[in-house]
């Protein structure tokens, strides 16, 4: 029996396979969004299809089948195990479905059967705890549009972020944890980075600049997406009792120097240099491993440092479908 309520959790994509046309096709879609490049959409499009795409595609793709398994990619794959243990949790509740905001399954397949089920209720989950434009607000932004042009639009909540939530920290604490800290130099909390004109955009006034937003969440940058990072990791390192000096903040994947620093590449370069010999490096903004954790990280990072002169990089995997995982996100939905 159909349930009258429906979960629809986000992510944020994938190709469809690691050969050069579906990557090519991937990147044009998900870098032609005005929420991930933000600048006239005439500009984007000159600037995607005839310099990031041609230039970006062949070692994109080249990375991609190295993360290709007999299942895909670990990102879809992660998504389908989670949503059928969410689904199990839910069944009699809610009717749970997942989409990516970009490539299969689409948000528009999902919400077109969605609108013929006829719900009452909706629930949009993105699955990234921290807020920004360029993922959650991307997400909301387009599902939102799309549901407003129902026929019957049915009552709909959103949930925009949770780095501050029990259950989630307790999740990724429960992954840290399995590893022996005492081990290592050096732990380091990777974020994926963000232009620094997108976090100024969450204010009304001033920039981000203008705050204390490596002290984390405070005033006015509960949104901002430096400061929830922070927040995040100063939140881990309380619950997983590791002195906070052995610990740092960083950015990964960026696109040009004007991103949100310290940049997680120049860090291990740094702590190279200074005789770190071991370092492990955990993701929290990545519920599920993917091209970013396994293949930036867990191979290039590692290479660097060693590299540089490291001896040891160690990756704590994400969330993925782990129990925990699945009990924050059930408790997030009855609580919404």
Not at 2 to 29: C, E, H
Not at 56 to 64: D, I
Not at 296 to 323: A, C, H, M, R
Request: proline letters at 4%; glycine letters at 6%; hydrophobic letters at 35%.
């Amino acid at each position: 029996m159909q349930n009258k309520k429906a979960v629809l959790m986000i992510s944020l994509g994938t190709p469809d396979s690691p050969g050069w046309f579906d990557v090519a096709s991937y990147l044009r879609q998900f870098l032609g969004d005005g929420r991930i490049i933000n600048i006239p959409s005439f500009l984007r499009f000159l600037l995607v299809n005839l310099i990031i795409v041609p230039t970006r595609t062949f070692s994109s793709a080249k990375a991609y089948k190295e993360l290709w398994t007999d299942r895909g990619s670990p990102l879809k794959y992660h998504m389908e195990d989670l949503t059928e243990k969410v689904r199990k949790e839910l069944s009699s509740t809610h009717d749970v479905f997942y989409a990516m905001r970009y490539k299969n399954p689409s948000i528009d397949a999902r919400l077109e059967e969605m609108e013929k089920n006829g719900y009452d209720e909706v629930i949009l989950f993105p699955v990234f705890p921290q807020y920004s434009s360029a993922a959650n607000g991307s997400f909301l932004d387009y599902s939102l549009k799309k549901i407003a042009n129902w026929v019957v639009i049915p009552s709909v909540k959103t949930v925009d972020q949770f780095y501050d939530n029990e259950d989630f920290l307790e999740a990724f604490s429960e992954n840290i944890k399995k590893f022996n800290l005492n081990e290592y130099d050096k732990v380091i909390f990777s974020y994926h980075g963000l232009p620094m004109s997108q976090l100024d955009e969450v204010y009304e006034k001033g920039r981000c600049d203008d705050r204390e937003c490596e002290d984390g969440v405070g005033g006015d940058n509960h949104h901002c997406y430096r400061a929830t990072c922070y927040e995040t990791t100063k939140l881990l390192v309380e619950k997983i009792n590791i002195d906070p000096d052995k610990t740092i903040t960083s950015f990964q994947s960026r696109l040009d120097s004007k991103w949100v620093k310290p940049f997680s590449d120049k860090v291990l370069e740094e702590f190279a240099a200074e005789g770190v010999k071991k370092v492990l490096v955990v993701s929290p903004s990545f519920t599920g491993d993917c091209l970013e954790t396994i293949i930036e990280i867990g191979d290039e990072y590692k290479e660097l440092f060693t590299e540089k002169g490291g001896q040891t990089l160690d990756y704590v995997p994400s969330l993925n479908s782990n129990d925990n995982w699945v009990k924050c996100i059930v408790n997030i939905i009855r609580g919404v």
